[in-house]
């Protein structure tokens, strides 16, 4: 199966800083990236659709400033946090659909878990 | 609004069969998803349907009824490792999936 890798799996930050996080198909092209966000004990939150080489759709709620994406190739898609706070800390998730044939099942990466001091 | 509804919790006893429901409101239909996630890591891919019926694959299967808006998942010969929570995903109209909130699956020995 199609396997998506993300980077790093956990970091620890202080208040204020900045936190990039990199997602990659290893062995696909996916024009199509989502973004998620997951607080313990809830459900998956979708946060934005990235899509190569424009510019990524957010879900209302999701301030675009501050949860920066950038979907540069067709194997690697970043979200950076800018100015991370403390409820900024959740479980980060991103998966990636093939975007031929199949039912176009999503993809996931392992997660990263960001926590901010 | 868009609405999936699947029970929070659930246990059940090694060995034994559990039926985890999941019902659908949501502006159109283009497939449902299972997945499977264990605590701390990423969903994986159970299963799949877009037409009525049963889909079976080993120990688990899916169920779908589109005129009724509902979904199960059963899982059987249940061992220890599928505690985990299941997640019901339904694809609407716009190609976009809208997530339940998850069934915790306790399996007890």
């Known amino acids: 199966g199609a396997v998506v890798s993300q980077h790093p799996s956990w970091v620890i930050c202080k208040s204020g800083t900045s936190v990039k996080i990199e997602c990659r198909s290893l062995d696909f092209q996916a024009t199509t990236m989502f973004w998620y966000r997951q607080f313990p004990k809830q459900s998956l939150m979708l946060m934005a659709t990235s899509n190569e080489g424009s510019k990524a759709t957010y879900e209302q709620g999701v301030e675009k400033d501050k949860f920066l994406i950038n979907h540069a190739s067709l194997t690697l898609s970043t979200l950076t946090v800018t100015s991370a706070h403390p409820e900024d800390s959740s479980f980060y998730i991103c998966?990636?659909?093939?975007?031929?044939?199949?039912?176009?099942?999503?993809?996931f990466g392992p997660g990263t878990r960001l926590t901010v001091l | 609004g868009q609405n999936i509804d699947q029970p929070t919790e659930m246990t059940a006893t090694e060995g034994a069969i559990v039926q985890i429901n999941c019902t659908y409101q949501?502006?159109?239909?283009?497939?449902l998803f299972w997945y499977q996630q264990h605590a701390g890591e990423a969903p994986t891919f159970l299963s799949y349907n877009v037409l009525d019926g049963l889909e079976e694959k080993g120990r688990f299967s899916s169920f779908l009824s589109r005129s009724k808006g509902y979904s199960y998942l059963l899982l059987k010969e249940l061992q220890m490792k599928d505690s985990a929570s299941y997640l019901c995903?339904?694809?609407?109209?716009?190609?976009?999936?809208?997530w339940g909130a998850g069934t915790k699956l306790i399996i007890k020995p």
């Open positions: 995903a339904v694809r609407d109209s716009n190609y976009q999936l809208i």
């Open positions: 949501t502006s159109g239909f283009n497939g």
């Open positions: 998966s990636a659909s093939i975007p031929a044939g199949g039912h176009n099942e999503q993809f």
